[in-house]
């Protein structure tokens, strides 16, 4: 068997990533024991304390066990933790030393939506590929900049260190862990159970554009608000660097430094966001809203509308518009 920890960390956690994992790899052993097989999964709530006060006092949860009783562990699982950055470190601390010595000793470790935090906070994630939720990723990118963020991805794994997008796509996760563990086929039934689409890999339909501006760079600040007023235009980065009175390479290094993105990516951006509201209103159709947002191409806009959302935008408007037109 597999023994599997899912921390309770102190303060406001999601209770839903806890009690739905517990349910999930439960259901996998009970689903094994049905077809006269042995269970997979030993599953104990970890604590740093037997007596904790979680989720800002709506719930309860008590760990069955605290950590210096677990000695050996296979899978460690990290909930989200809705609290001020700083405070969940103080008031959590004591997980690190033993994250990390369980790591070292070859347990596995899943973050779980913003829990990748937490989880970077160790150095664990240095160098390697991590996903959050999408609202937390220009935040994430300031504090842990040795980690490759990608936050369009639902699930990513790296080294025996796997990470989860934003909120409820931690079931993908655990989806993707019980096919790994228990294969393709309990998997599928476990996604049919909890109607989970099983291959669903990308949170990008979901993201809302907002470029990162907690940055202090006055220049760029200016040049990303000149982008969003006039996105509908034929916009030239030379024009752009002209009117910064900088030299191209100077603007895009530090555009790119500021905002994660190039030039051309936060144009693309802020052109895809607008034509998503206006797909998901529904009244017009989709060439419309191309040349509303500045495309002549029919071609060039589905490349870079599916590049930014994982969908043709005729898909995204049959999904989300709340009347389609066809």
Known sequence: MKHVSILVPKGHVS??????????????NEFLRQTG???????????????LDTSGGLFAITPEVVIEEVLKTDLIIIPAIHEDYEKSLKDNGDFMPWLISHYKEGAEIVSLCISSFFL?????????????????????RQLFPKVILTDEKIVTEADGIYTSGGAYA????????????AGRETAIMVAKGFMIDIDRSSQSPFMIFSGQKTHKDETVLKAQEYIEQNYQDKI?????????ALSRRTFER????????????????????????ELEKGRKHVNEIMYEVGYSDPKAFRD???????????????????????
């Open 15 to 28: 209770v839903v990533n806890i009690a739905g994992t517990h349910q999930m790899l439960s259901w996998v």
């Open 170 to 181: 931690f079931t993908n996760l655990i989806i993707y862990l019980i096919e790994k563990h």
């Open 236 to 244: 030239s980065v030379n024009d752009l660097c002209e009117d910064m």
């Open 304 to 326: 870079v509308f599916r590049k930014v959302t994982s969908m043709s935008p005729k898909d995204y408007q049959k999904k989300y518009s709340i009347t389609a037109v066809y």
């Open 120 to 140: 970077a906070a160790t150095g664990l994630l240095d160098g390697k590929p991590c996903s959050t939720h999408w609202q937390q990723a220009g935040v994430f």
């Open 254 to 277: 530090r555009f790119k430094n500021a905002t994660s993105n190039t030039v051309l990516e936060y144009l693309q951006r802020v052109k895809v966001e607008a034509a998503k509201k």
């Open 37 to 51: 097989q042995e269970p997979l999964f030993d599953i104990q709530l970890v604590g740093l304390e037997r007596q």
